[in-house]
């Protein structure tokens, strides 16, 4: 067996339509074709890639992390990302990793997942 890359990520969620649209207004990813599952939820897709999984119809309550940290997204446009996330009124944390390395946004989605952006280290950074 060999790995070829990474899937998809599954979300769960209490609420499928507020967390579809965070994903769509924070993000850009599109809600596409998804089999026709006993459960609801979504597939979010990317560049034509169904990338994140939505299960919905969990109780608050079952909404905890697990023993995965946080999903990690290839991103462009680092300014403009970081616009929309202040216009939605969502928190993060934008920062560069060490030796002048990628950017890297931290946030967390409406059911407490974390998610992170990564944009290319020639990107510009916030402003100041």
Known sequence: MAI???NHFTIL???TEATIAF???A???VDGPRPPF???GAWLYANGTPILHVVGDRARDALV???IDHMA???SGLRDTLARLTQLGVAYDCRRQAGNGPWQVFFHDP?????????????AGPES
């Open 65 to 67: 992390p697990g023993v």
């Open 27 to 29: 993000m850009g990813l």
């Open 4 to 6: 070829r890359g990474m």
């Open 38 to 40: 006993r459960f609801p």
């Open 23 to 25: 994903y769509r207004d």
């Open 73 to 75: 997204f290839t991103a």
């Open 13 to 15: 969620t209490d609420d």
């Open 111 to 123: 059911n407490g997942a974390r998610v992170e952006l990564d944009f290319d280290a020639d990107e």
